[in-house]
């Protein structure tokens, strides 16, 4: 939303001075500051609004405003919204999730709310939150989240809720605990004595008591109804005869009374109260473009639109400001509604003349919103005004289609309004509808649209407009098969997009090239991988197009992790979590995963879960996609390594029956190699052949043949599997192989080659600081490393790992055999893998708040983490930590 649209949203309406005093309902809100929530219910024209802006005005503490519309029914635009105000009481709410809820798959409603009250339990002042007009809201994620705030609220905020209509809220729960307190009709309405006060003093009217009861009596204390009669009478000959003329129920009573009030108006104040109706806020210079004064129409008036809402103000009409600059105004919602059906009753009796007139109204603000700098609300009236070629021209923007900026709820709602027929007049929607869909994770949807946009098109001559049609057709085709990991897909219809598309719409050609290096990689072909994500990220950047630069980082992340740059793909994968935000995008998921394998390689198995549970969590909220199987998969592989095999298997069997049932065919590999993990660890040597054999899972045939003592077999596999690694050039397939392959020939008897190759496989490891890949290999690799480490080879890291396996006591096995003497461990108790990167950055010299800022950390996390670091290598400050880090060989 545009900034000072969004402003007056906020904005508490100021106390007027001619108010009348209501001590009783004050003191009724007061007394609601010591429960959760206060709920100002009642229909329209009862003060609601008046009442609490009122209260606010003499509550001592800070208060926080948002005026809720139709518009705000879209959660991230309601949320956005919400943030906002909560700014306004402590800046630094909701920051890392305000940018990710313009992005097309933005997180949760739930999660972010959940996000916001970790911050709010941070304000130290008591405040209030007002939601007005909540009637407005018809959307169940956005009740939800109410709810949920309502529930883990802290004691130092209080929500109001004004509204038309009870909320869909657990009411009665929070009235049963007592943490309710309810404002309705019954106490809203005058007495005798504020309608005495409120016709006298406030509306200047000189009523005799017996009038001023029928007149109480007949709007049976109803405010708009008193307001609306004080000022039909203004100047009025006869005002008992008056009072007696009307009544029925308020609907009828209001219908009548507006008549009045705009008889006594002028022809321009009338028509122009008429025409502005249509307008949800109204400034002086909109008020003028809606009303033809600068095409030099007919209706021309003696004021400026910015007098006339002034003078408006001045006469008590109905108007509310917005601003403390008086900018921006808005009519009482009640009188706002009124006269939109009187304006459609008094233009003309022909009703496709009403529609007519009412259009160009929408239109005219529409351009005046479109030459501002506002393109949703200059959408949104033309999609009001049902000029499908404007309405489709700013969905389409300049470059970047509202789509991308965040509009998706409002562009799939004018979407799904039109008939099939307007849509195939312009196939241009057709593919918007389908690209909205991809946006919203909507799968299924997208190829039905495809197709009929295709349809659409046959026949149609290949003008520029038309090829980038069947370009971005295609591009949104490639991004489907990525879902699917369909390599062949992919490359087929990016290239096709990429020869269709114009060269200035980098939107989509962006997110294509993002496509090409996910085939590449599936493909196997990492260099061209890198390129392709490289350049996506890039132009990505440029254009500020936030879920590409996302995708493309996780590209670069996962190559950086196969050619075993553990260290830089851990620094990409944080900058993808800083740029989703807190709490993320659901598309950070794959981040959270590749943090967990990082982690669990370098043996810091507790952030390693944490990781995973989160990828898992995120995973949930994308449609038809595999991550959920994937991250259950590293699951099971880390519950193997803590040794609890049956809560493994069980994960196991979970995740294969989804990816069987959801056909997530690229994940059977993953899930057959764990199982071989575990069928080994629980002795079914059997079943695990059969399952390794079934795959065709070389490093799974290695470890069956070795469990069952045929190292020959097992070597003639990993010396092929090595070979072909290292032809490939594939870094962590190759120092797998190699890892394997020298446990396998210190079994064969051949320990001098075994030590050698270790070496090998250290030194391609230690620059990425593994750990696990060694540890995994149990017993076995504890001896080689032990026969490593008598021949001198790379003590440093030998020391880490031995250190390592000291943590996991994996070496009681072995402690009473003689022949293989333990080394002495360097610490009595080793660093974590957090602790190392904390370390390291100690020792470039980095401090707490840099090392805070660089591990997107919490500053009292990072002092936490040197006080464990200082604990076990024994020592008081940072400068003896580094010299004993040196000597120990962790640096």
């Known amino acids: 939303m545009s900034a000072p649209i969004l402003s007056t949203k906020l904005y508490i309406p100021l106390s007027r001075s001619k108010l009348v005093p209501r001590p009783r309902l004050i003191e009724r809100m007061n007394e609601g500051l010591q429960r959760k ?29 948002l005026s809720l519309e139709e518009g705000d029914n879209d959660p991230a635009r309601f949320l956005t919204c919400l943030i906002a105000a909560l700014q306004t009481i402590a800046a630094n709410i909701g920051e890392g999730v305000a940018g990710l809820l313009q992005s097309p798959q933005p997180p949760q ?81 005058f007495t005798s004595l504020e309608a005495a006060e409120f016709l006298g ?27 609306l009669a004080a000022l039909s009478m203004q100047g009025h000959q006869d005002p008992a005869g008056f009072i007696k003329s009307f009544n ?37 210079p909109l008020c003028d473009a809606v009303l033809g004064r600068r095409a030099g129409e007919q209706l ?41 059906k009187r304006l459609r009753r008094s233009i003309a009796s022909n009703i496709g003349d009403n529609e007519r007139v009412v259009a160009e109204l929408h239109i005219r ?134 020869e269709y598309l114009r060269p200035d719409n980098l939107p989509v050609r962006t997110a294509t090239i993002w496509t090409l290096g996910y085939a590449y990689q599936l493909q196997g072909d990492r260099a061209a991988a890198g390129k392709a994500y490289t350049e996506a990220l890039s132009i ?18 996962n190559i950086q992790e196969a050619e075993n740059q553990l260290y830089a793909a851990a620094d990409t994968y944080r900058r993808v979590l800083n740029l989703a935000g807190e709490p993320p995008l659901p598309t950070a998921c794959e981040a ?46 880390l519950k193997l390594a803590r040794g609890e095999v049956n809560d493994a298997a069980a994960i196991l069997a979970r995740a294969d029956h989804s990816a069987r049932r959801q056909k997530f065919v690229n994940q059977m590999p993953y899930i057959a190699t764990a199982h071989v993990l575990a069928l080994l660890h629980q002795g079914n040597l059997a079943a695990a052949a059969t399952l390794a054999q079934k795959h065709n899972l070389p490093i799974s045939q290695a470890r069956v043949h070795l469990a069952q003592g045929d190292t020959s077999a097992a070597l003639a596999v990993l010396s092929a599997l090595r070979e072909e690694a290292e032809a490939k050039g594939f870094e962590d397939e190759q120092l797998k192989a190699t890892v394997l392959q020298a446990v396998a020939l210190h079994a064969h008897g051949e320990k001098f080659k075994a030590v050698q190759l270790l070496a090998d496989a250290l030194t391609m490891a230690e620059p990425g600081g593994f750990i696990r890949i060694f540890v995994d290999e149990g017993i076995p690799m504890y001896r080689l490393l032990g026969e490593a480490a008598a021949h001198g080879r790379m003590m440093n890291y030998l020391g880490k790992l031995l250190a390592a396996f000291e943590a996991e006591e994996l070496t009681s096995e072995v402690k009473s055999d003689q022949s293989v003497a333990p080394p002495a461990k360097p610490l009595i108790e080793p660093l974590s893998g957090r602790e190392l990167e904390v370390l390291h950055l100690i020792a470039q010299g980095l401090s707490n708040r840099e090392i805070s800022e660089r591990l997107f950390i919490a500053l009292t996390t990072v002092k936490g983490h040197n006080r464990m670091i200082f604990d076990k290598l024994q020592v008081g400050r940072r400068t003896e930590a580094v010299a004993r880090a040196r000597k120990l060989g962790l640096l």
């Open 37 to 65: 929530l206060t709920l100002v219910s009642a229909s329209a024209g009862y003060g609601k609004t008046t009442l609490v802006s009122e209260w606010l005005a003499g509550c001592s503490g800070p208060a926080a405003w």
């Open 109 to 189: 409603t739930e999660s972010i709310i959940a996000a916001l009250l970790n911050e709010i339990t941070a304000v130290p002042d008591n405040f209030v939150l007002v939601l007005d007009d909540y009637h407005v809201i018809d959307a169940g994620p956005i009740d939800n989240a109410i709810a949920l705030l309502l529930d883990r609220m802290p004691p130092q905020m209080h929500l109001v809720i004004a509204t038309r209509e009870d909320p869909r809220l657990p009411l009665a729960r929070l009235r049963v605990r007592g943490q309710l307190t309810e404002v309705r009709a019954a106490h809203l309405r």
């Open 201 to 227: 003093r406030v509306m200047g009217l000189n009523l005799s008591a017996e009038n001023v009861a029928l007149l109480e009596s007949r709007t049976e204390g109803w405010i708009a109804g008193l307001q």
């Open 248 to 284: 029925g129920s308020h609907h009828f009573v209001l219908d009548y009374l507006v008549e009045e009030v705009l008889q006594k108006q002028s022809v321009n104040i009338h028509h122009f109260l008429l025409y502005t109706s249509i307008l949800d806020r109204l400034c002086g």
């Open 300 to 340: 021309a008036f003696s004021s400026s639109g910015q007098e006339t809402l002034e003078y408006l103000e001045h006469t008590n009409l109905f108007i509310v400001p917005l601003d403390n600059e008086r900018r921006w105004y808005r009519y009482h919602h009640l009188f706002a509604d009124l006269l939109r």
């Open 365 to 498: 603000a529409s351009i005046w919103y479109e030459d501002n700098g506002f393109a949703i609300e200059a959408f949104h009236h033309a999609a009001a005004a049902k000029d499908i070629q404007r309405t489709a021209r700013l969905l389409e923007g300049e470059g970047m289609p509202l789509l991308f900026r965040g509009a998706v709820a409002p562009v799939m709602n004018w979407l799904d309004s039109l008939p099939v027929e307007e849509l195939d007049a312009r196939p241009s929607l057709w593919v918007l509808y389908a690209s909205a869909l991809l946006m919203a994770g909507q799968m299924t949807g997208v190829e039905p649209k495809l197709q009929a946009a295709e349809k659409a098109l046959e026949g149609a001559g290949l003008d520029d407009k038309i090829q980038d049609l069947i370009g971005h057709i295609a591009a949104i085709r490639a991004t489907l098969a990525v879902s699917k990991h369909q390599a062949e897909t992919i490359i087929a219809e990016s290239r096709r997009a990429l």
């Open 540 to 557: 990505s950047q440029m254009i500020g197009h936030v879920i590409i630069s996302i995708m493309a980082a996780l590209g670069l992340g």
């Open 592 to 637: 959270h995963l590749g943090m967990a394998r990082i982690c669990y390689e370098w043996n810091d198995l507790d952030a390693a879960m944490q990781h995973g549970l989160q990828s898992i969590q995120l995973a949930k909220q994308l449609e038809q996609t595999d991550r959920v199987v994937a991250g259950e998969v590293f699951l099971a592989r």
